[in-house]
Nanobody, 122 residues
Framework: QVHLVESGGGLVQAGGSLRLSCAAS????????MGWFRRAPGKEREFVAA???????YYVDSVKGRFTIARDNAKDTVYLQMNSLKVEDTAVYFC????????????????WGQGTQVTVSS
């Protein structure tokens, strides 16, 4: 069982930056591919970024060049650095863990955090 807790959300103006953190409860993060998903009001959940056990990263096209996912296995924490934020990035962001594989849209992992709200104002 993996318990995930996100933090770092908030209100920011367009063009600003935020860094989300996802802390895992157990010292097993190195066995999990990690990902970030988001759900905007009135929309379905969307894959945002993922990082494999080896550190390879994957992004949805709309955030490439602006968001960076990173992991620190020693701290059992995954980060999502979000720069040049846009109003359309407004959503609840969720951390996800999938054992031995990266989370993807059609196959997210079994473990989810509670979500953290990101609001970007114009």
């Amino acid at each position: 069982q993996v318990h995930l807790v996100e933090s770092g959300g908030g209100l920011v103006q367009a063009g600003g930056s935020l860094r989300l953190s996802c802390a895992a409860s157990a010292r097993t993060l190195s066995s999990y591919g990690m990902g970030w998903f988001r759900r905007a009001p009135g929309k379905e959940r969307e894959f945002v970024a993922a990082i494999s056990l080896s550190g390879s990263t994957y992004y949805v096209d709309s955030v490439k060049g602006r968001f960076t996912i990173a992991r620190d296995n020693a701290k059992d924490t995954v980060y999502l650095q979000m720069n040049s934020l846009k109003v359309e990035d407004t959503a609840v962001y969720f951390c996800n863990a999938r054992r031995y594989a990266i989370p993807i849209s059609s196959a997210p992992g079994n473990y989810w955090g509670q979500g953290t709200q990101v609001t970007v104002s114009s």
